[in-house]
């Protein structure tokens, strides 16, 4: 296989390339509003903290600027304004405005460049496609990122507000997602050019988003936590290093790897967060799915704006304020769910402040809130806006339910005792072993911090009892709701990423500091979240390899068979070339009938798609009563086994399609006399053959 059609090596440059671009927008602009406004003394500050508070502001600040540009002026705007803060920073770094500024120690940046370059080859390993010989992998996570890389594209091709790239019924739908994150990851695809296509702007955001989380515990080691310089950097070391630990996954999945190679089960997760009601490791999430991790940025980002700001008088303090509220207001774009938690937090806190009479806490807390509200009015607003019936946006979107324990869940069904109250008592009485199986290490350690901290007999500081409640709030949601919008927990899921992070900070305290008896047990556990966090790095990047060989069962939305790896190439090299001969607006039709999702279409066609499912994954936005329609005419063209298919011409005028993919895996294929074989393609391979739809000959495809 010669170098130009080594996928692999495409990827792994053209990610590189979007890692390079990101500063643009997930570094510059947070130096420029922290310079301008001198946030934190940043003026006066080392470049290390000045990289450090860079990152997670400009992931707070920038999405919802964004946003906001986009939709009430143009994405020209948008550009503008990064333009703006590109020319501002470089002429604040050209004039060296040095001022006495101290300079952070070699050690030091080594250390940052050794953390940095670390995560970015496990990022690229993690995600790029895996070619071997003539057979192509993607990682199990582009189930999930599949699906983030056509919204990406949907936002680089119309704008904001985006479209659903999933269902075209002769007119663009809205768009109905938290894709704040994606916004900034749609400006890395534009800028890289054809080089740099939506995928990899994802995967260069995976990694800036793990910078993010790491500068973050730097920076509350050193704002909010901080001990002397003489204990800093290894407590921000010890921190960082701590999200490579989950929790003990890996016993519940060493039982089932045991029960599958004696055949007492056929199945094995694809992941070992997937035993279970998932209680996702920081590194999983920041591979999975990175843009919940932004909006937890974001909001941890707020909360040490609001932190600062009672520590200065007049405009001083309302302009920590202000950012404050515009980081959360971007933290809502991202991901609802965080901001969910997160918000009843600070909800909380202002509570406490009241109750504690510390005014200027209180009144920064409110300004913030009341400014993330008007900020994130409209964007809330276009979320039930142009839905039609059956959109799947009735209903109150989040339910009371005590997380699941599914062993529990298993042997309550086995007896036929699995109503809702009977789960409920089941789950809520095995709480603390489900999460001590979730959260392991860490919630040791927490108990450990917590009973240390209260035999001293002492109040708690104010930043103690701020983490303590930070910690209780989410744990409290993320045990008793659950969110209902396409079967998924993600309230549940994501929200307990609030809890970890508190949690993270006082394991660091245990490992750190003498005062706390460490024992053996606290060791083992450690060293079991790490082993798992490695493990599932492995599995998530060779499940697909190890299936396709028969090591592993299949995955009904990989593969029916052990061709994966040989239609993936084939699949790719197809989009690939509709992509370069066909007009960037084309719309593109694949069989809408699979399980669960045509992932390799969702990952490569970077086209809007006509009818991506049976339901057009109208839950994404649109009318989902102009769904039915398309798949009758979709149908038409890729009906099931032993129905005859139509005639591609006017199924295609129904349609409203410019290119048709049809693959071995379809049922038409397997007819010899159907227009797959009759009709000639624009382009074919051993297992897909690209067609022009509308006129059947192409004409409307190269137009």
């Known amino acids: 296989m010669g170098l130009l059609h080594n996928f692999t090596l495409t990827d792994i440059a053209a990610s590189i390339a979007a890692v390079c671009l990101f500063p643009l927008f997930v570094l510059i602009p947070g130096y420029a509003v922290a310079w301008l406004l001198d946030l934190f003394d940043f003026r006066r500050r080392t470049w290390l903290f000045r990289w450090a508070l860079s990152i997670p502001l400009s992931i707070a600040i920038a999405p919802i600027l964004s946003y906001l540009a986009g939709r009430y002026l143009s994405m020209t705007a948008v550009w503008l304004l990064y333009a703006a803060s590109w020319v501002y920073v470089s002429v604040v770094v050209l004039r060296g405005r040095k001022d006495g500024m101290p300079r952070s120690s070699a050690g030091a940046w080594r250390m940052a460049v050794a953390i940095l370059s670390i995560w970015g080859a496990l990022a690229l390993f993690s995600l790029v496609d895996l070619q071997l010989g003539g057979k192509l992998y993607y990682s199990t996570t582009a189930f999930d990122f599949s699906v983030r890389t056509q919204f990406i594209h949907a936002i680089s091709s119309t704008g904001i507000p985006p479209a659903n790239p999933f269902f075209f019924p002769g007119h663009a739908q809205p768009l109905r997602y938290h894709y704040f994150w994606l916004i900034l990851c749609s400006m890395v695809d534009v800028a890289g050019g054809a080089f740099v296509g939506a995928r990899h702007a994802w995967i260069g955001g995976a990694f800036w988003c793990g910078a993010g989380l790491m500068a973050l515990v730097a920076l509350f080691f050193r704002l909010i936590a901080y001990r002397g310089p003489e204990t800093f950097r290894r407590r921000t070391l010890v921190g960082i290093l701590l999200l490579g630990v989950t929790g003990l996954n890996i016993l519940p999945n060493a039982l089932l790897w045991v029960a599958y190679s004696m055949g007492i089960t056929g199945f094995i997760p694809a992941s070992l967060e997937f035993w279970n009601e998932q209680v996702d490791g920081f590194t999983f999430t920041a591979l999975w799915e990175a843009h919940y991790l932004a909006a937890l940025i974001a909001c941890l980002m707020a909360f040490l704006l609001l932190w600062e700001a009672p520590r200065h008088t007049g405009a001083a303090r309302w302009k920590y304020a202000a950012v404050g509220g515009i980081a959360l207001a971007s933290s ?290 649109g009318d989902a009563s102009l769904c039915a329609p398309l798949v009758a005419a979709a149908d038409l063209l890729f009906p099931e086994g032993g129905q005859l298919a139509s005639e591609s011409s006017a199924a295609c005028e129904k349609l409203g399609a410019d290119i048709l993919i049809a693959k071995d895996t379809d049922f038409v294929w397997s007819v010899h006399d159907s227009w797959v074989w009759r009709e000639k393609p624009l382009y074919a391979n051993r297992l897909v053959r690209v067609f022009g739809c509308r006129n059947a000959t192409g004409q409307s495809a190269n137009r």
């Not at 392991?440 to 350690?445: E, Q, S």
Request: aromatic share 12%.
């Open 332 to 621: 809502v774009g991202a991901s609802i769910y965080i901001v969910f938690v997160f918000g009843a937090f600070l909800l909380l806190w202002t509570v406490v402040t009241i109750a504690k009479k510390w005014r200027a806490e209180t009144a920064t807390l409110i300004a913030a809130g009341a400014l993330c509200v008007v900020l994130a009015l409209p964007y809330l607003a276009s979320m039930t806006a142009g839905s039609g019936p059956g959109a799947g946006v009735g209903g109150f979107p989040i339910a009371f339910r005590v997380r699941r324990f599914f062993p529990v869940d298993v042997i309550l069904a086995s007896q036929g005792r699995d109503q809702a109250w009977q789960l409920a008592l089941a789950n809520g009485a095995t709480l603390p072993l489900n999460y001590l199986l979730e959260l392991g290490f860490f919630l040791a350690a927490g108990l450990l911090w917590w009973r240390r901290r209260r035999a001293r007999r002492e109040p708690l500081t104010r930043a103690e009892l701020a983490i303590a409640l930070m910690i209780a709030t989410s744990v409290a949601i993320c045990s008793c709701l659950c969110s209902t919008p396409a079967g998924n927990n993600d309230l549940g899921w994501r929200g307990m990423l609030v809890a970890q992070f508190g949690l993270l900070l006082w394991s660091v305290d245990v490992l750190t500091d003498r005062r706390y008896k460490r024992s053996m047990v606290l060791a083992v556990m450690l060293a079991l979240g790490a082993a798992g966090t490695v493990c599932d790095v492995f599995l998530l990047r060779l499940y697909p390899v190890l299936a396709d060989r028969g090591a592993l069962p299949e995955l009904g939305w990989m593969s029916p068979d052990h061709k994966l790896g040989e239609r993936n190439y084939a699949v790719r090299e197809a989009y690939e070339w509709a992509d370069r001969h066909t007009p960037a607006g084309a719309i593109v039709q694949f069989s809408p009938q699979f399980a669960y999702q045509d992932t390799p279409g969702f990952l490569y066609s970077n086209r809007q798609i006509a009818a991506a499912d049976q339901g057009c994954l109208g839950g994404f936005g």
